[in-house]
Every structure is written in C-alpha cells, then in structure tokens.
C-alpha cells in the first residue's frame, strides 16, 4: 500500500488547513490510521489516531480541541482538519497505517508511513 498526503501549507497563526492522505494498492479499512508530524531537530510525534471503524479517536493533548482526525473507509482515505493553528504546529506531517484495527498512539504500531506534507504556521 502506498500513502500520499496533501493538503499542507503556509499559514497565519489563527488559520485552519485540511490534510488528506490517500492508501492506493490495497484496502486499508480493516487497520487503523494516524497522524504523525515531526519539526527540525525533534523526534516525530503523535497527533492523532483513529480506528478501523472510525468510532475510536485519540488526540495528543497539545493539538486537542483544535484538531479533528476522521475517515473515510469507503475512499480508503484519511484527514485531519486543523483550526487554530500556532506556530508551534509547524512540522512536516505524515500519515500512517497501524497493523492493528484499534487506534494507537505508538509509532512503532505503524507499519506504513507516507512522504509527508509540510505545514508551515508564521505568527
């Protein structure tokens, strides 16, 4: 399976943004999905999860209330919409696909990872 995501861009502080990352080569519907995003010089981090079914979310607490994670299984696709956004939100943003249908928060959970879209947020 490969993913591609979109959606990224420069910003003001206060903007919203809608990422999308498409799975192309096979169903991912059956596996859970996350956002992950990783900034110059810092490890990649989590932002959010969401099950196969879509009915279980989890968010990391800086990004909670601002951003809304969702899916869409029939598209094989995934999206992350972003309200608020802060300087600090700026980071190269990565979708990826778990090897478990319930969602996880651990990188290492995450089998396939796509390219990445950059966000930039100036103030």
């Known amino acids: 399976v490969e993913l591609a995501e979109s959606g990224g861009g420069l910003v003001q502080a206060g903007a919203s943004l809608r990422l999308s990352c498409t799975a192309s080569g096979r169903t991912v519907s059956n596996f859970g999905m996350g956002w992950f995003r990783q900034s110059p010089g810092n490890e990649r981090e989590f932002v959010a999860a969401?099950?196969?079914?879509?009915?279980?979310?989890y968010y990391a607490d800086s990004v909670k209330g601002r951003f809304t994670a969702s899916r869409d299984r029939r598209m094989n696709a995934l999206y992350l919409q972003m309200a608020s956004l802060r300087p600090e939100d700026t980071a190269v943003y990565y979708c990826a696909v778990s090897e478990f249908a319930g969602a996880t928060v651990t990188a290492q959970n995450y089998n396939t990872w796509g390219q990445g879209t950059q966000v930039t947020v100036s103030s």
């Open positions: 969401v099950s196969s079914t879509g009915t279980q979310i």
